[in-house]
């Protein structure tokens, strides 16, 4: 109950779930990590859980050039920034996950208005940890379905989240 998964398992349960290969396009420039771009070209847009949909390739694509529009983001961001962030995933709200070209994930909440240092929030975990924190958080969603949320259960899960990443436990977009 509640196990961080290891990453290459969390990989290849993803790549084995489909048998699909579509490649970024030839004319984007793509300095973000190469096991991101492996795994997402070969899935389709995947529900891993309510909160974490991942696209794939072209969804992705599709997303991030929709938001490389300036009118998307605070006057904070020059236009030459705003190609460090890619669209990689959302949740069923409309919200999204978007990762930097450092590797760090951010979470945006589409309800507080253009995208803005403030309302950005840096989770200080990877592309890598954030897959285990979406199959961790299918664990979560899978043991709500099935009994109450204990205070036991959500403090475990707290646990979970530090284990992944400090800035996860602290920032947390969501009510546990």
């Known amino acids: ?3 961080l998964r290891h990453i290459e398992v969390i990989k290849n349960e993803l790549l084995a779930a489909h048998n699909v ?13 190469e096991s991101y771009k492996k795994i997402v070209s070969n899935i389709k847009t995947t529900e891993i859980s309510a909160e ?5 390739s072209v969804k992705s694509v599709n997303e991030s050039k929709e938001f490389a529009d300036i009118d998307y983001w605070s006057k904070e961001f020059e236009i030459d920034q705003i190609k460090d962030y890619w ?7 409309g919200d999204l996950w978007i990762l930097h070209k450092n590797d ?3 979470f945006y909440d589409h309800a507080k208005g253009k995208i803005s240092q403030e309302n950005l929030i840096d989770l200080e975990m990877s592309f890598e940890k954030w897959l285990q924190f979406a199959f961790l958080n299918k664990q979560l969603e ?13 403090n475990r ?5 530090l284990k ?5 436990a602290k920032n947390y977009p969501f009510e546990i």
């Open 21 to 33: 290969t579509i490649n970024f396009p030839k004319k984007i420039t793509f300095e973000f990590p």
């Open 142 to 154: 899978e043991i709500d379905n099935n009994q109450a949320l204990t205070l036991e259960i959500k």
């Open 87 to 93: 669209f990689f995933g959302a949740n069923g709200q």
């Open 52 to 56: 974490c949909i991942l696209f794939n």
């Open 164 to 168: 992944i990443s400090t800035g996860l």
């Open 104 to 106: 760090s994930v951010f």
């Open 157 to 161: 899960y707290k646990a979970k989240l």
């Open 1 to 3: 109950m509640l196990n």
